[in-house]
């Protein structure tokens, strides 16, 4: 009998062995090979058009939409009275239809609805997109089954297992790299493993990218600005070409990540009280840019996550540096995915949990023509115009609104400002009014 059991756990431990040797085979020379060298075997352009295929079935022929007219909605609310009413008498219960109407467009207003995932035509098949869908049948059923056992039993697995590998030789290519004395063949071999190591990390998450007006690139000694939605904007922007990174310096994985990047590339990282000093980020940042050799700087002047509906408010800061600005729009295709970061709701490791249990990450990226401060063109101005650019487009709304607004309280001068319309209209009215008797008393 023991001689059975360990004659099964031999035949279970080479068939175990077999399967994970096979799932690395395939791996490696399939995805991450391919992926160092920028190169594609066309397998996600099949998937992704297989996907289309069957979201437009689902949408077109199994997917209906809740919600109905005043008369639908009403006819719920007088339904739980105990009392009849015909048709044509006023209702108390009428009122809470209003009611809650009001609160609606109170509570989604242009700004808070930026905070928010963007609400989908049709559902695509993923659990957390169904709340605002019902079910209909038993195909649509079935083919959600199919889907959550494809996305967390196939496709989970290889990509985590990409995503640990692209940043693990991230850490150690670019800590090896970080010996080599500063020249070309250093400079050379950083953006390759950069490189090498982002376009890992983007199979890791099935991106499909398509890249518009590549003669736009941001070219070095340059300012890149993007819109954005996501913490692998980075990872897409940088599948393209290298950047210079900016941010806050940051302990435990996210700091040794860090660390080992700049020993190789000069990323700019600051601490904590630096970021409060606008003049010492200022001034590391022209010194970056002056250096004509230096990779772009790659920053998002939004300050937060946006839900890639709209570009809101450009901090100014990154427009009182000097140089030249590389616009840059990113567009993603809700479909497949959420890219939304919320920041307030999920945190990192459940951010990306979520993207890498979606069906595929599609987005759209164009390089606008490089732009400068025009004569007399203060940097608000400045900012103000890239924004409009960049949202033009990408087909995004431009917002005037700060996204600061998703943490913090409306600023007081923002209250001001409506104060003094407020005042200026009543003392102007009071005016008048003073002015229309003497003005009658003087015709008189």
């Given at each position: 009998?023991?001689?059975?059991?360990?004659?099964?756990?031999?035949?279970?431990?080479?068939?175990?062995?077999?399967?994970?040797?096979?799932?690395?085979?395939?791996?490696?020379?399939?995805?991450?090979?391919?992926?160092?060298?920028?190169?594609?075997?066309?397998?996600?352009?099949?998937?992704?058009?297989?996907?289309?295929?069957?979201?437009?079935?689902?949408?077109?022929?199994?997917?209906?939409?809740?919600?109905?007219?005043?008369?639908?909605?009403?006819?719920?609310?007088?339904?739980?009275?105990?009392?009849?009413?015909?048709?044509?008498?006023?209702?108390?219960?009428?009122?809470?239809?209003?009611?809650?109407?009001?609160?609606?467009?109170?509570?989604?207003?242009?700004?808070?609805?930026?905070?928010?995932?963007?609400?989908?035509?049709?559902?695509?098949?993923?659990?957390?997109?169904?709340?605002n869908f019902h079910y209909i049948s038993l195909r649509l059923t079935i083919i959600w089954g199919l889907g959550v056992i494809i996305r967390y039993c196939v496709l989970f697995p290889?990509?985590?297992?990409?995503?640990?590998?692209?940043?693990?030789?991230?850490?150690?290519?670019?800590?090896?790299?970080?010996?080599?004395?500063?020249?070309?063949?250093?400079?050379?071999?950083?953006?390759?493993?950069h490189l090498m190591c982002y376009r890992i990390c983007a199979r890791g998450l099935s991106a499909t990218i398509q890249y518009h007006n590549k003669n736009n690139k941001p070219q070095?000694?340059?300012?890149?600005?993007?819109?954005?939605?996501?913490?692998?904007?980075?990872?897409?922007?940088?599948?393209?070409?290298?950047?210079?990174?900016?941010g806050q310096s940051h302990s435990g994985l996210m700091g040794v990540i860090q660390r080992s990047m700049v020993r190789s590339c000069p990323h700019v990282w600051f601490e904590r009280?630096?970021?409060?000093?606008?003049?010492?980020?200022?001034?590391?940042?022209?010194?970056?840019?002056?250096?004509?050799?230096?990779?772009?700087?790659?920053?998002?002047?939004?300050?937060?996550?946006?839900?890639?509906?709209?570009?809101?408010?450009?901090?100014?800061?990154?427009?009182?540096?000097?140089?030249?600005?590389?616009?840059?729009?990113?567009?993603?295709?809700?479909?497949?995915?959420?890219?939304?970061?919320?920041?307030?709701?999920?945190?990192?490791?459940?951010?990306?949990?979520?993207?890498?249990?979606?069906?595929?990450?599609?987005?759209?990226?164009?390089?606008?023509?490089?732009?400068?401060?025009?004569?007399?063109?203060?940097?608000?101005?400045?900012?103000?115009?890239?924004?409009?650019?960049?949202?033009?487009?990408?087909?995004?709304?431009?917002?005037?609104?700060?996204?600061?607004?998703?943490?913090?309280?409306?600023?007081?001068?923002?209250?001001?400002?409506?104060?003094?319309?407020?005042?200026?209209?009543?003392?102007?009215?009071?005016?008048?009014?003073?002015?229309?008797?003497?003005?009658?008393?003087?015709?008189?």
């Amino acid at each position: 009998m023991t001689d059975l059991c360990e004659g099964g756990m031999d035949d279970l431990w080479s068939i175990t062995t077999l399967l994970l040797q096979v799932w690395f085979s395939v791996m490696i020379g399939l995805i991450m090979i391919p992926a160092m060298f920028g190169l594609s075997l066309g397998v996600t352009s099949v998937y992704i058009q297989i996907l289309v295929k069957i979201l437009e079935v689902t949408a077109g022929r199994l997917i209906q939409r809740e919600g109905g007219s005043m008369e639908q909605e009403m006819g719920e609310l007088r339904r739980y009275r105990t009392q009849s009413i015909s048709r044509g008498e006023f209702a108390l219960s009428d009122s809470f239809y209003f009611y809650r109407k009001g609160l609606e467009s109170i509570v989604d207003d242009q700004v808070t609805q930026r905070f928010s995932s963007e609400e989908l035509v049709s559902w695509n098949l993923l659990t957390r997109t169904n709340h605002n869908f019902h079910y209909i049948s038993l195909r649509l059923t079935i083919i959600w089954g199919l889907g959550v056992i494809i996305r967390y039993c196939v496709l989970f697995p290889l990509r985590i297992t990409l995503a640990i590998i692209g940043i693990s030789w991230l850490v150690i290519g670019t800590t090896l790299v970080g010996f080599l004395p500063n020249r070309r063949v250093k400079n050379w071999l950083s953006e390759l493993v950069h490189l090498m190591c982002y376009r890992i990390c983007a199979r890791g998450l099935s991106a499909t990218i398509q890249y518009h007006n590549k003669n736009n690139k941001p070219q070095k000694g340059g300012i890149c600005v993007a819109n954005h939605t996501s913490p692998i904007d980075i990872v897409i922007l940088a599948n393209d070409g290298c950047y210079a990174m900016v941010g806050q310096s940051h302990s435990g994985l996210m700091g040794v990540i860090q660390r080992s990047m700049v020993r190789s590339c000069p990323h700019v990282w600051f601490e904590r009280s630096e970021m409060r000093d606008r003049h010492a980020v200022t001034s590391r940042l022209r010194a970056h840019v002056a250096a004509k050799r230096n990779l772009p700087i790659l920053i998002f002047p939004e300050g937060t996550c946006i839900n890639n509906t709209s570009v809101m408010m450009f901090k100014k800061g990154s427009f009182e540096i000097g140089g030249t600005i590389y616009p840059v729009a990113i567009k993603y295709d809700p479909r497949f995915g959420d890219a939304f970061w919320n920041s307030a709701k999920y945190n990192m490791v459940s951010y990306l949990l979520r993207m890498m249990t979606s069906w595929a990450i599609v987005v759209n990226v164009w390089y606008l023509p490089p732009m400068t401060r025009q004569e007399g063109e203060d940097a608000t101005k400045f900012a103000n115009r890239v924004k409009s650019a960049i949202a033009h487009q990408g087909g995004l709304l431009d917002m005037a609104w700060d996204g600061s607004l998703k943490r913090d309280k409306v600023k007081e001068e923002f209250k001001e400002h409506q104060q003094k319309m407020y005042s200026s209209m009543v003392v102007g009215t009071k005016a008048r009014n003073s002015q229309e008797p003497h003005t009658e008393s003087t015709k008189s």
